[in-house]
């Protein structure tokens, strides 16, 4: 099968799904007195039902709040700054990784390599690497294990979406012809 074809689409799927987790609020799910709590990389939603008529249906009414609130309220998690810290790297070097792994799609689809002292497709392959360390870290590391809550679908897609960068890098790299004065 074609290797161009196989990374061109492991990229694109990675890409998505990275994306999609970093932007996510369900990277840690837990509830307390009524109110469903999902913890994403930079705000918090409090969800809680409201019921407007006696006897009509109910419906989730939703907050957000940063975690910079979070950080100056007296009423924070022990260990949140920390958290918040891996949170906000996390997101910003998934962001970081899957734009180059965009250009590293696009250039190799297109056929065009760079001649560069370090290849993009090496620079996808550790960023993608650091990404997936950086969200198995912010699983690790969370405050909130303490009182029971559990992970959410983003940790289990954005470590998805990073493992098919890494794999996209892989065989994106190898369909490149090695450099001239490379011996």
Not at 77 to 103: I, R
Request: charged share 15%; with cysteine; hydrophobic share 50%.
């Amino acid at each position: 099968m074609n290797k161009r074809l196989i990374g061109a689409v492991a990229g694109v799927a990675g890409i998505a799904m990275l994306v999609f987790a970093l932007f996510s609020s369900h990277w840690v799910v837990g509830q307390d007195y009524g109110i469903e709590t999902r913890v994403g990389l930079r705000s918090i939603d409090l969800c809680q039902p409201v019921q407007q008529q006696l006897d009509g249906p109910e419906k989730m009414d939703c907050s957000s709040i940063s975690h910079a609130e979070i950080a100056r309220s007296p009423s924070k998690l022990d260990g949140f700054e920390t958290f918040s810290l891996v949170a906000a790297l996390l997101f910003y070097l998934g962001l970081v990784c899957a734009t180059l792994q965009l250009a590293i799609t696009v250039l190799s689809s297109t056929k065009i390599f760079l001649h560069l002292p370090v290849r993009p497709t090496t620079m996808g392959i550790l960023v993608s690497f650091s990404t997936l360390l950086l969200v198995a870290t912010t699983l690790a590391i969370h405050p909130w294990k303490a009182v029971g809550w559990g992970t959410g679908y983003a940790v289990l897609l954005g470590g998805t979406g990073a493992i098919a960068c890494l794999f996209a890098s892989i065989t994106l790299g190898r369909i490149q012809p090695p450099d001239e004065d490379w011996a």
